[in-house]
């Protein structure tokens, strides 16, 4: 059972008013820059039943027509509703204040009982104990918003996300959960030329989007590929056309700033770039490993300039259930921050974090994404097809050797081809089942590539 904290009197001070130092962390000056595009992009949706929907309506929107009084009016076909759909997971941190580091407040707390209570040097040792306290709270908060914007990138980069489980479930330790936003294969177009892409290629999915009635109003787009599109000659062309200025065939032009070639992407096409350049830590066997979760391989072009879906939150259990001798803080309405003594099997002081939260991607039919992976691909009949098959497949952020992904799909039943595009590896696997997709992580296990 556990027992009160031992610092239960300064922690009953500041857990109120946790918020106020999540704050201070995040937009303090000596931190770095942090940005939140989910709390900026997503909004925050309760529900009571734990599930997230997201619905995309598949709707056509025709001109009306012009008609004569007391005739009836012409019929028009419905929009049909798709939707995807599925149950909140929970995500947990946790984070532990050993003896070393409880003896070390301690010594803090003696120092204070020392000096005059009310005098300056009193009020400072005591907010540097508040702060030292306050450390493991704040961070179990801000590791659940550095979580959802992970997912958040991942998935409006991806059009899928694969949610692990809570960290702190030992009995269910390498099991996730597979979101898939529903993005249209159809709406997914590649540059002619890997990696590069030219005006053909950004027209393609402005054509396509005119065509069905869709507005682009922002593109998403990571740091990285802004920066190896604005060396493009095409890119040099247009932001030149913009300054027009006079040049030909073997004029040397310079880089254009982001600025100015942004300026002059919006001038062209009407609609503007999400520059993203976000990295998150996330923590392997011990380690602190960065990744950039939003894939540099890939523009998204969104219908929306200021929202992309919702942030989904329920109800913890523990948040209706509290435990005795426990404190708890409640941030943002579903995060829940606890801090409790143990004993057993050794002498800790736990703070936890948790919360039932998922980004949502919705609006997904008005998606598009340009993929620079790879240029457009030959006919299996013009290659042979040992050249067709990528050395490696990227799952959930990870790169495995293709030939045993697909070997291990096929063991499972899988009709996928031994040329398969990676797309088509990538939908096979969101067909499997949970119990499936978990036998085929495991089978790949070994296969990871350097």
């Avoid at 060396?231 to 030149?240: G, H, N, S, V, Y």
């Amino acid at each position: 059972m556990p027992q009160p904290s031992i610092f239960q009197n300064l922690i009953e001070q500041f857990m109120p008013r946790l918020g106020l130092y999540v704050n201070e962390k995040v937009n303090g000056k000596n931190e770095r820059e942090r940005t939140y595009l989910h709390k900026q992009r997503l909004t925050k949706i309760y529900s009571p039943d734990q599930k997230w929907e997201g619905t995309s309506a598949n709707t056509r929107y025709v001109k009306a027509d012009y008609v004569a009084l007391d005739s009836p009016l012409p019929l028009k076909r419905r929009g049909q509703i798709t939707s995807s759909n599925g149950k909140l997971p929970k995500v947990g941190i946790r984070k532990v204040m050993n003896e070393n580091d409880i003896n070390n407040i301690n010594i803090m707390n003696s120092q204070l009982s020392q000096l005059e209570n009310g005098s300056e040097a009193y009020k400072t040792k005591k907010r540097q104990i508040i702060k030292k306290l306050a450390d493991d709270p704040t961070t179990c908060a801000i590791g659940i918003d550095e979580q959802n914007e992970f997912t958040y990138l991942y998935g409006i980069s991806n059009g899928i996300v694969l949610v692990q489980a809570d960290q702190n479930d030992t009995q269910n330790v390498g099991i996730g959960m597979r979101v898939d936003y529903g993005y249209k294969d159809s709406n997914i177009f590649r540059t002619a030329v890997v990696d590069t892409c030219d005006a053909d290629d950004i027209q393609n999915v402005v054509d396509a989007a005119n065509a069905a009635g869709n507005t682009i109003a922002v593109a998403m787009i990571s740091k990285y590929r802004l920066d190896k599109i604005r060396k493009t000659r095409w890119a040099k062309e247009l932001a030149a056309d913009y300054q027009e200025k006079v040049y030909d065939n073997d004029s040397k032009l310079p880089v254009p700033s982001v600025k100015t070639f942004t300026d002059a992407f919006e001038n062209e096409y009407g609609f503007n770039f999400i520059i993203v350049n976000r990295t998150v830590l996330c923590e392997k066997n011990g380690k602190d490993v960065p990744v950039k979760p939003f894939n540099q391989d890939r523009i998204i072009f969104l219908p929306n300039s200021d929202t992309d879906g919702s942030l989904v939150h329920g109800t913890l259990a523990e948040m209706t259930n509290p435990a005795e001798n426990v404190n708890y803080s409640t941030l943002e309405e579903y995060k829940l921050i606890s801090r409790l003594r143990v004993t057993e099997p050794t002498f800790e002081e736990i703070t936890k974090g948790q919360a039932m939260v998922l980004p949502v991607i919705e609006d997904v039919d008005g998606i598009y994404v340009l993929d620079f992976s790879k240029s457009v691909e030959l006919d299996a009949a013009d290659e042979p097809e040992e050249a067709q098959v990528d050395e490696s497949i990227t799952i959930n952020g990870t790169a495995y050797q293709k030939e045993a992904v697909i070997s291990a799909l096929k063991n499972l039943g899988s009709d996928v081809r031994s040329n398969a595009k990676d797309e088509t590896v990538i939908r096979k696997i969101n067909e499997l089942s949970d119990e499936d997709n978990a036998i085929l992580m495991d089978a790949i296990k070994d296969s990871k590539t350097v």
